[in-house]
Nanobody
Framework: QVQLVESGGGLVQAGGSLRLSCAAP????????MGWFRQAPGKEREFVAA????????SYKDSVKGRFTISRDNAANTVYLQMNSLKPEDTAVYYC???????????????????WGQGTQVTVPS
């Protein structure tokens, strides 16, 4: 399993932007789909976005479509989540996840991901 490290979280006012990054120090994940999930206080972890191994296919949670963009730079071994027009309901701990199977699709299912980061907090005050 690849160990992942997220960064870029913080506190931002509603309508603002943040870019999350996910790196795999010392490892490579460029043949695996990658995803972002989030968990708000008192709620279960939920899917946010995913991208296939070469960036050619993506999937998003309906409520973030048009506001969030997932991308990857395989040469830099990094995945990004650009979050624009942030809302208070986006407040959560955001987790990066690495796919279980090489060349897999950008799945919204947690069970399709086998490597996880420690999470980074995103707070959008109401």
């Amino acid at each position: 399993q690849v160990q992942l490290v997220e960064s870029g979280g913080g506190l931002v006012q509603a309508g603002g932007s943040l870019r999350l990054s996910c790196a795999a120090p010392g490892r490579t994940f460029n043949v695996y789909a990658m995803g972002w999930f989030r968990q708000a206080p008192g709620k279960e972890r939920e899917f946010v976005a995913a991208i296939n191994w070469n960036g050619g296919s993506t999937s998003y949670k309906d409520s973030v479509k048009g506001r969030f963009t997932i991308s990857r730079d395989n040469a830099a071994n990094t995945v990004y989540l650009q979050m624009n027009s942030l809302k208070p309901e986006d407040t959560a701990v955001y987790y990066c996840a690495g796919g279980r199977n090489a060349l897999g699709p950008p799945s919204p299912r947690e069970s399709d991901f086998g490597s996880w980061g420690q999470g980074t907090q995103v707070t959008v005050p109401s």
